[in-house]
C-alpha cells in the first residue's frame, strides 16, 4: 500500500508499506478515506519531538475492510472513526476512563503502527478502539467534522472539560490552531457566555467567532494579561484554555485565570513551567493532557450528525497523497489551519 512515510526531520515523502493484515483475533484492518495532518506531526517534522523513522499520522476515519474473529461490534463495510490512540478498553486506566493512557495500547502513525496517512491501518482491539458512524450517504462536510473526532475536536473538549466550564462561564482560549478553534466549540457547548479568543489571524479570528467567541483580543504577554483582567473587572477569566505548550501561553493562561479557576492544559509542552506560587497563592488549578477521545467521541458524534457542531470547518486545505508534503509545509506556513487529505473514496 501506498502511505506517508517519516525520513527524519523535514522528510516527509510517499512510499510503500506491506499492506496490513489480521495479526490478532481483536484486529480490524480499515481502508483510510480522509486523513490529515496534526499540529503534534509538525513537531516531528521540525526535528524538536522524536519519532520513529516509517509510518506517520493518527487521526483519519474510514471503512471497515477486514476482522477478526473476536471481533463483535463491527463488520466489513462499517464507517468508523478512529480516536488517535488505540486501546483495550479494559484495564485499570480504560476503566477509570482514560483511554489515552491505556497499559496495552499506544498511537497510530508510530513505532511501526501504521498511521492514518496511507491507504489502510491494522488496529488493535478494534471493538473498544474504534466508533462506528450510524446511517450511510453522509455529507462531505460531515465526513470532514467526523475527522475532526479523530483528534482536534476532543482535544478541545477536553481542554474545556478540564478545566471545569460550567453554564454561564466566561472563558478564554489560549491558542488559535485547529485545537484551540475546537475549543471554543467547545466552551459554547458546555454553555459558556463569554468566550475570548486569544487571536492575530484574520482568518481564524472570523471562525472563532463563527464557533462561538464573542471577544477576540490581538495582544500578548503582559498586554493580554491587563486587557483581559479590565475585561473581567479585575478577576480574571472562570476557565484558561491552554491550547498551545508554550512558555508564553502556559504564563498567559495562569495570569488571567481568576482566583479558584483551572487551567486546562492539553499543549504539547515546549518549554512550557508551571508557575506554582500562582497555584498556591492564587488559588489556581491545572488540569488537562492526552485527551481520552475513545471516551468523548461517542457523545461528540450525536452532535456532529446532528449538524449542532462544525468542527471539520478547521480544514481550509485539502489534497491527496501525492501532495502530502505540501500539506505539512502549508501548516507550517501558516497557509493553512489544518490539512486534511483525502486517501480513497467512499463512506
Same mark, same amino acid.
Given at each position: ?74 463488520? /466489513? +463495510?462499517?464507517? =468508523? ?7 483495550? @478498553?479494559? *484495564? %485499570?486506566?480504560? $476503566? #477509570? ?69 460550567? /453554564? +454561564?462561564?466566561? =472563558? ?7 485545537? @484551540?478553534? *475546537? %475549543?471554543?466549540? $467547545? #466552551? ?16 481564524r479570528q472570523a471562525l472563532a467567532r463563527e464557533f462561538g467567541a464573542t471577544d477576540i483580543v490581538i495582544e500578548r504577554g503582559d498586554d493580554v494579561t491587563k486587557l483581559i483582567m479590565d475585561m473581567t473587572g479585575g478577576l480574571g477569566v472562570d476557565a484558561a484554555l ?106
Amino acid at each position: 500500500m501506498r502511505a506517508t512515510l517519516f525520513g527524519g526531520p523535514g522528510d516527509i515523502t510517499v512510499g510503500e508499506r506491506p499492506d496490513p493484515r489480521l495479526e490478532t483475533p481483536t484486529d480490524a484492518v480499515v481502508r483510510v478515506t480522509l486523513g490529515c495532518v496534526c499540529g503534534s506531526d509538525l513537531w516531528y517534522y521540525r526535528g524538536v519531538n522524536p519519532h520513529a523513522l516509517g509510518p506517520i499520522g493518527h487521526e483519519f476515519i474510514g471503512v471497515v475492510e477486514q476482522v477478526g474473529a473476536d471481533v463483535t461490534t463491527l463488520r /466489513p +463495510g462499517d464507517l =468508523v472513526v478512529a480516536p488517535f490512540t488505540y486501546c483495550d @478498553g479494559t *484495564c %485499570a486506566n480504560c $476503566a #477509570a476512563g482514560w483511554t489515552g493512557n491505556c497499559l496495552h495500547g499506544g498511537s497510530f502513525g508510530n513505532h511501526g503502527i501504521d498511521g492514518g496517512q496511507g491507504e489502510f491501518v491494522r488496529v488493535p482491539y478494534a471493538d473498544a478502539t474504534l466508533v462506528k458512524v450510524p446511517g450511510g450517504g453522509h455529507s462531505d462536510t460531515t465526513l470532514k467534522s467526523l475527522l475532526a473526532l479523530s483528534d482536534v475536536m476532543c482535544t478541545g473538549h477536553h481542554a474545556a472539560v478540564s478545566a471545569g466550564i460550567e /453554564p +454561564g462561564a466566561t =472563558v478564554a482560549v489560549v491558542g488559535d490552531g485547529a485545537v @484551540g478553534l *475546537c %475549543a471554543v466549540i $467547545a #466552551a459554547k457547548r458546555l454553555g459558556a457566555d463569554r468566550i475570548i479568543a486569544l487571536s492575530r489571524n484574520p482568518t481564524r479570528q472570523a471562525l472563532a467567532r463563527e464557533f462561538g467567541a464573542t471577544d477576540i483580543v490581538i495582544e500578548r504577554g503582559d498586554d493580554v494579561t491587563k486587557l483581559i483582567m479590565d475585561m473581567t473587572g479585575g478577576l480574571g477569566v472562570d476557565a484558561a484554555l491552554e491550547c498551545v505548550g508554550t512558555g508564553q501561553s502556559m504564563a498567559t493562561a495562569f495570569s488571567i485565570a481568576r482566583v479558584g479557576s483551572i487551567v486546562g492544559a492539553i499543549g504539547v509542552p515546549h518549554d512550557s513551567v508551571v508557575p506554582i506560587d500562582t497555584v498556591i497563592f492564587r488559588n489556581v488549578g491545572l488540569r488537562g493532557g492526552v485527551a481520552p477521545a475513545r471516551r468523548y467521541i461517542p457523545e461528540l458524534l450525536d452532535d456532529v450528525l446532528a449538524g449542532r457542531v462544525n468542527p471539520g470547518l478547521v480544514f481550509d486545505y485539502e489534497t491527496d497523497l501525492d501532495g502530502i508534503a505540501d500539506a505539512y509545509t502549508a501548516m507550517i506556513e501558516r497557509r493553512a489551519t489544518k490539512s486534511l487529505v483525502r486517501i480513497s473514496a467512499g463512506q
